[in-house]
Nanobody, 115 residues
């Protein structure tokens, strides 16, 4: 499995911005298998939902609630994926999880948006 380390969460006011980063590491075989990297989130009492994912070729899938506000990017050479979040809303408050190929998950980083 791939190890994922997330960073960048925190407390921000409505309308503010945050940038999340996730770095993947592991053995050469597992790292060579990485295709999809991305972010999901889970708010209290709600199921985990898609934020955004990006394939090695650059194809992006994005949740409807974050379109136009969040931007995902990755560096294939460094095995990192970033999430730039802008115009944050209280509904964006959640624990954000990094994923690789949907079978490796980070420990989560908390984002809290105050009204």
């Amino acid at each position: 499995q791939v190890r994922l380390v997330e960073s960048g969460g925190g407390l921000v006011q409505t309308g503010g911005s945050l940038r999340l980063s996730c770095a993947a590491s592991g053995n050469i075989f597992d790292m060579s298998r990485i295709n999809v990297m991305g972010w999901y989130r889970q708010a209290p009492g709600k199921p985990r939902e898609l934020v955004a994912t990006i394939t090695r070729a650059g194809s992006i899938d994005c949740g409807a609630s974050v379109k136009g506000r969040f931007t995902i990017s990755r560096d294939n050479a460094k095995n990192t994926v970033d999430l730039q979040m802008s115009n944050l809303k209280p509904d964006d408050t959640a624990v954000y999880y990094c994923t690789v190929n949907y079978d490796s998950w980070g420990q989560g980083t908390r984002v809290t948006v105050s009204s």
